[in-house]
């Protein structure tokens, strides 16, 4: 019998029970030593939820089930790959209780322990909650009902801010990007519609996320789209007067691309990277009389900053931004791109 056709009878089977129940399994034919593991073993923090992750993208899914099932019935498996990780149990084969395992976490996603805030955008209701989807509960509060708000976008739905609209996240010190004495690595991530403002004035950008309160002069960092159309970060250090920032040095084009920019906590602009399209971009940093961010009461906005009040609104629309406690890899960008 095929591997796809023995996973789909497993599955179906009402012996085999899932994860969220409090009893995994009842099959008597299963191995009793991997029957107590996972009778005993909290599925969503088991290393084995790693590692029946083969493809590393955080989700147990086909991709995966696609890479065990080229392992299925080999009994040539060894430490240290045990057949590429197929042999979850580790016994030199690739058998049933492997696929009962695999079954067993099937669909689950792990969470990852750098993500700060995951602002999927997706939210459309006739209310002003905005839903942070990481677990962190880093929820916001639009200016507008989310059902107005809501249009068509990259990841699902998204918001468009027109110009007009903002949404707020209250401070946290998760937030704020340093231990005090020295900077700590972050990156932001985020789908974004481009679009030339129908009036261009000098130096007013359009803000992607902010975590600057100018009017308390409490200004940490910044993610905007400029006038000339270029992807900049800005950090700010307060207390020196201190700028890092880059820029991209081509403008975006016109309509949505995937944008991230990291910090490496270097304090310095060469410390700072942009990306478009997954693809790490040419660009022009900058830094002067700079030692490190502060941890101010400033919140934090997508869609705009505070610069007088409520200002430097988004143009257009904005999808699946996200913020991490990390300085992400090129390859960790790509993947999120691809995703």
């Known amino acids: 019998m095929k591997p796809a056709i023995i996973f789909a009878l497993l599955v179906l089977t009402p012996t085999i029970i899932f994860a969220q129940d409090p009893v995994y399994f009842a099959d008597p034919d299963l191995d009793a030593a991997v029957q107590a593991e996972l009778e005993l073993t909290d599925p969503n923090t088991a290393d084995m939820l790693e590692m029946t992750d083969l493809n590393g993208d955080s989700i147990i899914n086909f991709e ?18 045990w057949c590429l990780g197929s042999d979850f149990d580790e016994s030199g084969a690739v058998d049933n209780n492997d ?4 079954c067993n976490y099937w669909l689950t996603q792990i969470a990852d322990p750098y993500l700060v805030a995951h602002w999927s955008l997706d939210d459309n209701a006739e209310n002003t909650f905005v839903t942070d989807i990481s677990g962190n509960n880093h929820n916001g509060t639009a200016s507008v009902n989310t059902s107005v708000l809501s249009a068509p976008g990259q990841v699902n739905t998204c918001f468009d801010f027109n110009a007009a609209d903002a949404v707020r996240i209250d401070d946290h010190d998760a937030f704020s ?23 261009e004035v000098n130096d007013i950008p359009q803000v992607i996320i902010s975590k600057w309160d100018f009017d308390i002069q409490d200004k940490e960092w910044l993610l905007v789209i400029r006038p ?45 990277a942009l990306y478009v399209e997954g693809a790490k971009m040419p660009q022009t940093p900058s830094s002067g009389a700079y030692v490190r961010m502060r941890n101010t009461a400033a919140d934090v906005y997508l869609g705009a900053r505070v610069y007088g009040g409520i200002n430097d609104y988004f143009t257009d629309r904005v999808d699946d931004v996200r913020l991490f406690a990390k300085c992400l890899s090129a390859e960790e960008i790509s993947n999120l791109y691809s995703y």
């Open 64 to 81: 995966d089930f696609a890479m065990f099932s080229a392992f299925w019935m080999n009994q040539s498996c060894a430490d240290p790959n």
């Open 99 to 102: 696929l009962l395992i695999f």
């Open 177 to 199: 990007f340093t231990t005090g004495a020295n900077d700590l690595p972050f990156s932001i991530t985020a789908w974004v519609y481009v679009t030339t403002p129908e009036v």
């Open 228 to 272: 000339d159309l270029t992807l900049s970060l800005q950090l700010v250090d307060d207390d020196n007067s201190g700028v890092v920032k880059a820029k991209t040095s081509a403008a975006l084009s016109e309509g949505w691309h995937f944008v991230a920019a990291t910090y490496d906590a270097t304090g310095v602009g060469n410390g700072i």
